[in-house]
């Protein structure tokens, strides 16, 4: 696994767009490009400089096949706290992608496990994902994975933690009642399958899942920490997210890829 560690939040976009630009732009013509994608307030800079990219002519997503990460089990896409709404309008809406290449799970389905099985099918059938980009909540799930998920998990239904809701329900006026209780979710395995997982993690809430997810033992406990299973992984972070870290993990991590800092 590889530790890009950046100055702050907006260098550490501008490394993950240039790094995710540059795949695109390598991907064989006869093939799609199969992005994976997540909500969040982390991905938003990386978002920001696609669009910028694909508006400058730098990069296409015509040949660019999408599957979100997840989706709140009840809310309509109309709802402004979808992540069906969120993904279309900092994203979707800004750039050339055809609209029938964009995967989100519906979490209005009315067989939800049914929707989950699809979903895992279309990923198999476009030959998986060629990279997931994701984000980590403040206790090292990815996706919707809370703790004790289990690390083989496949796309599924997943009931939140009361801490998640919490933390989320800055999104919903702030009241953790407003905050639905379940979501459906792609699973760990889902994104460790992929050819490459590109994490983004920033902020000083965040140092104790980096930490976890780098230093700590393999575990549920801490579903990023999956990741160090993976062959090609990468954690991009910034300064602040590193205030947890060993001094020897950070100078390991910040000497071995100096070449990549901004
Ligand atoms: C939610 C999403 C995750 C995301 C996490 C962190 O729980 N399901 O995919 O990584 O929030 O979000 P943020 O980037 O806003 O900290």
Known sequence: MKVIIQKDYETMCEWAAGHIAEAIRAQDPSRPFVLGLPTGSSPLGVYRRLIEKNRAGEITFRNVVTFNMDE???????????????????????????????????????????????????????????????????????????????LSSRTGVRDLTEDTKIVNSRFFGNDPELVPSRALSVGVATVTDSREVLLLISGHNKARALAAGVEGGVSSKWTISALQLHNNAIIACDEAACGELKVETYRYFRDVYRNERI
Request: proline residues 4%; glycine residues 10%.
């Open 72 to 150: 709140y089990v009840g809310l309509p896409r109309e709802h402004e706290q979808s992540y069906w709404y969120f993904m279309h309008d900092n994203f979707f809406d800004h750039i050339d992608i055809p609209r029938d290449q964009i995967n989100i799970l519906n979490g209005m389905a009315e067989d939800l496990e049914a929707e989950c099985a699809r979903y895992e099918e279309k990923i198999r059938s476009l030959g998986g994902i060629d990279l997931f980009l994701g984000g980590s909540g403040v206790d090292g799930h990815i996706a919707f994975n809370e703790p004790y998920t289990s």
